[in-house]
């Protein structure tokens, strides 16, 4: 059973930062592409930012040049860096593991909520 386990959501408030955290249960470096994606209550769940296996990222436009994600294959962990927050970034970020040939895994999701 592959586990995505996310971490380091919370309350902030606008321009500060946070760090997302996805522990897998997998090797992630033999995955295709590991992301984040986020969904706030009424919208359909859509991409933050993906890694592929050999460097790649893409980013929504939305977080271009606040957002970063980056893994360390030793800990099987992906993070995303997020900074200059926004009231609109709240949201529930899920971490998505995309392997080569089955289905996506998800993990439950960790909120993020940004108020002043």
Do not use: H
Request: charged letters at 15%; one cysteine or more; proline letters at 3%.
């Amino acid at each position: 059973q592959v586990q995505l386990v996310e971490s380091g959501g919370g309350l902030v408030q606008p321009g500060e930062s946070l760090r997302l955290s996805c522990a897998a249960s997998i090797n992630i470096a033999t995955i295709y592409s590991m992301g984040w994606y986020r969904q706030s209550p009424g919208k359909q769940r859509g991409l933050v930012a993906t890694l592929t296996r050999g460097g790649s990222t893409n980013y929504a436009d939305s977080v271009k040049g606040r957002f970063t994600i980056s893994r360390d294959n030793s800990k099987n962990t992906v993070y995303l860096q997020m900074n200059s927050l926004k009231p609109e970034d709240t949201a529930r970020y899920y971490c998505n593991a995309k392997p080569w040939t089955s289905s996506d895994y998800w993990g439950q999701g960790t909120q993020v909520t940004v108020s002043s």
